[in-house]
């Protein structure tokens, strides 16, 4: 598959990458985690500044996002584990 978008020319290839970050960011895939595995690899393997941009920088923008409201859940399943007293 890696080579399926390798060799796409430049525009095509950033195309494509950039339409299947947005399927992959856009989609709920737990019973085929190991294809899109797959597929992010190959996406990977093809362009990697490109797939940086397009998947893995929204990735992370959204695990900021998200970090404080799971870091306060935690805390408080934690705390609820431990009788009431603080998490760390």
């Given amino acids: 598959?890696?080579?399926l978008f390798a060799r796409l020319p430049p525009?095509?290839?950033?195309?494509a990458i950039r339409r299947v970050a947005k399927f992959l960011l856009e989609s709920t895939l737990t019973s085929v985690g190991a294809e899109a595995a797959v597929l992010c690899n190959a996406v990977a393997w093809a362009d990697p500044r490109c797939t940086a941009q397009?998947?893995?920088a929204p990735l992370v923008e959204q695990l900021q996002r998200?970090?404080?409201?799971?870091?306060?859940?935690?805390a408080s399943r934690l705390s609820k584990?431990?009788?009431?007293?603080?998490?760390?």
């Fill in 66 to 74: 998200d970090l404080p409201a799971a870091a306060a859940d935690g």
């Fill in 11 to 15: 525009p095509l290839r950033t195309s």
């Fill in 54 to 56: 397009a998947l893995l």
């Fill in 1 to 3: 598959m890696e080579l």
């Fill in 81 to 88: 584990a431990r009788g009431g007293g603080s998490a760390c």
